[in-house]
């Protein structure tokens, strides 16, 4: 605080310093300039796809964050990379030579944007060269694998954060702020809808080896995921429900539709639903005794909408992965504590209900969750 005081000082005796120039002469961003002062944290990203190219796009209006490197399998990608993002050659690896990221001490953290079912071998990498990991969700593809993920992290002594951007949007942080607040009372209902049809039957999301499962995987996990945070408490038991009407495009271990419902310790209940074969499903309905909250849509790049009984959401539209990458770097250098945490153990959480849906599908039966 004492140094944010001396550091405006210092800029306001200069500011006043400066001639009086009507129309020319714009005052200092204050606020912009003290956040600044802050360590700039440095990222690689692995993985040149359509969202690692999203979040270097979002990355150059980043105030805390920086792109600085690029690991990727084909050396075309990486040549692009170097001119449109201005990154140095001394930063760019391929999959074989990555661990030498150890030796780099340009970067502070990678940010792993690859297909589900390489991120546990790629975040173990990148912790053993002694860098912060960011990594897409789902964190692994099953929470075995998330563990091992998080314990060489620790032992590592980097962290681990996933990449969960709807912690940090505005009217999903209204809506637990109400929640919080007890403006919806007792909490006693929250729907999911998240689906898409998905195209290409040859694609790596339609592969179990690479995704480790289908549409749950992929995007029936913001359900999940939002089904906590709004809710606000870890769910007990699951039961689900899973059905099929193409088995050729939806193989063995890819799932195409799962019904599944979650029980909170406090009574309320989830019901969700998860799909690669219908659209317009991305929807989050909260209902409490007192009021309701609903966003629509809820996890898309936004501008994400909604209302609750008392009106309209009006918070401001984000780009949803600039915030994240600088509230990232706080998290990572400031030790910010964020609303709705996006550690390894919060990835973890989302796996271990994914592995007993799986299991409640298979089996007809409810799951019980333990801690
Ligand atoms: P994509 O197919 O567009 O990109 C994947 C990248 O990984 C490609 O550049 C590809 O060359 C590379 N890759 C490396 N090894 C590969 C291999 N063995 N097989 C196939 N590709 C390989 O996929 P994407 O949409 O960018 O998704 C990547 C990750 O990001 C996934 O985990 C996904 O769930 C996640 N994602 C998150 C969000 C979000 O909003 N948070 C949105 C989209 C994707």
């Given amino acids: 605080m004492t140094s944010r005081r001396n550091f405006l000082q210092k800029l306001s005796a200069s500011a006043m310093a400066l001639p009086f120039l009507p129309g020319s002469v714009s005052l200092p961003d204050f606020e912009n300039l003290a956040y ?15 969202y690692g190219t999203r979040v270097a796009d979002a990355m150059q209006a980043c105030k805390r964050a920086k792109l600085v490197g690029a690991i990727s399998g084909t050396p075309a990608k990486l040549k692009d990379w170097q001119s449109k993002y201005n990154i140095p050659a001394k930063n760019c690896y391929n999959y074989e030579n990555f661990d030498q990221i150890k030796n780099n001490r340009d970067i502070d953290a990678v940010y792993v944007i690859t297909p589900n079912a390489l991120h546990r071998d790629q975040v173990i990498r990148v912790a053993k060269a002694g860098k912060h990991a960011i990594c897409e969700k789902p964190m692994a593809i099953n ?30 942080l209204e809506i637990i702020r109400m929640r919080k607040a007890g ?34 995987m992929d995007i029936g996990i913001y359900s999940i995921n939002g089904a906590r945070y709004m809710v606000g408490e870890e769910p007990v038991w699951v039961t689900a429900q899973e059905t099929k009407t193409d088995p050729v ?13 979650l029980g909170f310790p406090g009574g309320a209940v989830a019901s969700c639903l998860s799909t690669y074969t219908m659209n317009n499903l991305d929807r989050f309905f909260l209902n409490g005794e007192k009021g309701f909250a609903e966003l629509f849509p809820a996890t898309g790049y936004g501008p994400i909408k909604g209302r609750t009984h008392k009106g309209e959401l009006t918070g401001p539209h984000t780009t ?12 990572i250098f400031d030790n910010k504590q964020p609303v709705v945490p996006v550690d390894g153990a919060e990835g973890l959480k989302d796996l271990k209900i994914i592995d007993a849906i799986f299991q409640a599908v298979k089996t007809g039966r409810k799951v019980e969750l333990k801690g």
């Avoid at 949803?320 to 998290?331: C, N, P, Y």
């Fill in 143 to 172: 929470a075995k694998e998330g563990q091992e993920m998080v314990d060489a992290c620790r032992q590592a002594n980097v962290k681990l954060l996933v990449g969960y951007r709807l912690h940090f949007e505005p009217n999903t």
């Fill in 36 to 50: 600044q002062q802050g360590k700039v944290l440095r990222v690689a990203i692995m993985g040149l796809g359509s």
């Fill in 249 to 261: 495009k939806f193989k063995e271990g890819v799932d195409e539709t799962i019904q599944f419902q």
């Fill in 183 to 216: 403006e919806l009372g007792k909490v006693m209902f929250f729907q999911g809808l998240s689906g898409f049809k998905i195209g290409d039957p040859k694609q790596w999301r339609l592969n179990k080896e690479l995704a480790g499962g289908g549409a749950m």
């Fill in 320 to 331: 949803h992965q600039t915030v994240q990458m600088d509230e990232m770097a706080a998290i």
